[in-house]
Each structure stands twice: as C-alpha cells, then as structure tokens.
C-alpha cells in the first residue's frame, strides 16, 4: 500500500500493540497457479511478537490453499473514518476547494502459516482463544474426545502463522501541522460516529510523539 513517511509506525512494538488490541482480520494465501487468491475472515489471536492464531472449518478453502503455498499475508484495518473536505482545509484557504481524505490504521503481516491437524493442538489453540473472547467462562472443556466439544474438534484445523515482515501504516494526518492535527481532532470528537473515537485516539497518540511532532 501507498504510504509517506508519516504514516509509519513509529516503532515496532506500535503495530504489535495495534493487531493485539484488535481480533479480528483476513487471512490470505496465494497458492499456486490460482487466478484469484483466497481471502477468509476471522477471529484470532496474537502472542504479541510474531504469532497469529485462527481456526477454521477443514473444509475451508484456504486449507488447500496453504498446503500448495505456506505464504500468508494476514490483514488487519480499524478506526477508518472519513474527513469531509471542509475539515480537511489548509489555514486561510477556502474549504469548500479543500479534498476530503480518510484516516485508518493499517496492518499488513507476512509469513508462512502452518496447519495443525493434531486435536490436542487444535483444542490447546481454541483455549486460548476462549481466553481471550469469553474470558467469563461458562463453557465445559475443550479438549479430544467424545464429548459435544470433542466431536466438533474433528471438523476443525488450525492455523499458526509466523509473521516475517510487516507493512504498516497509520494515517492519522501526520502530513499536516500540529493546529490541523488538533483541530480534526475536535471535529472527530464532536461528530462521535463508528470509528471516530478510536481515529481521534490514533490521532492524538501520534501526535503527541516526537515523530510527528518534526512536521510542526
């Protein structure tokens, strides 16, 4: 994807900490001699460094996939908001000439994913993924066997994903000066819709850092 400068994160433990507060994202595999490649949505987990785990159906397309090329990218994208022109304006210009832009942050993870197969592992994987989307509990055991949990185990796989190299972007309008900045910040608070409160909170993140605060 296209970025500058000031959309990069400012260090690695930023995006680490950004696909963490997240769960969920789109799983890619390329495969061979595919015309398209194969895109599946999902929950998962991140162990904060370079693993990403997810389960899926065995019948799941994305299996095959994997098996003919272990080449991920898994993708990850929150607090898209869109900024109206007549925010968006340079100071003493008119802002009905000024262009509208979006704001996002952006993960892009690449590596190789493996296929687990094994029910012990299967279920280990799916309890820490209970841990962390129902960490109330109110759930039996996940574990091999014949209990109702057990049988399901059957028609599950497992991926783990090594993330390799990242692409990263947030753009929280670190292009422009810091008045800009503060003043979409208002309008975002003000205007409250989906999304607004995690962009503003990007945003002023971002610009209380030293990296954007160079633009100034």
């Not at 785990?53 to 990218?73: D, Q, W």
């Not at 993708?75 to 100071?91: D, Q, R």
């Not at 607004?196 to 100034?216: E, K």
Request: aromatic share 8%; proline share 6%; with cysteine.
């Amino acid at each position: 994807m296209l970025k500058t400068s000031a959309d990069e994160a400012v260090d690695d433990q930023e995006w680490k900490n950004f696909v963490a507060m997240q769960d969920f994202g789109q799983i890619i595999a390329f495969a061979v001699a595919r015309r398209h490649p194969i895109v599946t949505p999902c929950h998962y987990v991140f162990d904060g460094d370079k693993k990403i785990e997810l389960h899926l159906h065995r019948a799941n397309p994305l299996l095959k996939a994997i098996g003919e090329s272990p080449y991920v990218t898994f993708s990850v994208i929150a607090a898209h908001v869109f900024i109206p022109g007549y925010w968006n304006y340079a100071e003493g210009s008119d802002p009905a000439w000024a262009a509208p832009t979006s704001y996002y942050a952006a993960v892009q993870a690449m590596g190789t994913a493996q296929v687990i197969a094994d029910p012990q592992a299967i279920s280990d994987l799916l309890s820490r993924q209970m841990e962390r989307f129902q960490p109330e509990g109110n759930h039996h055991l996940v574990e091999p066997g014949d209990s109702p949990f057990g049988q399901m185990l059957r028609s599950i796989r497992g991926i783990c994903m090594t993330v390799a190299e990242v692409n990263v972007k947030f753009k929280f309008g670190g292009n422009q000066n810091a008045a800009h900045r503060l003043r979409i910040a208002d309008l975002l608070l003000a205007r409250n819709g989906p999304g607004d409160v995690d962009a503003r909170a990007h945003l002023l993140r971002r610009h209380s850092h030293g990296n954007q605060n160079r633009l100034v």
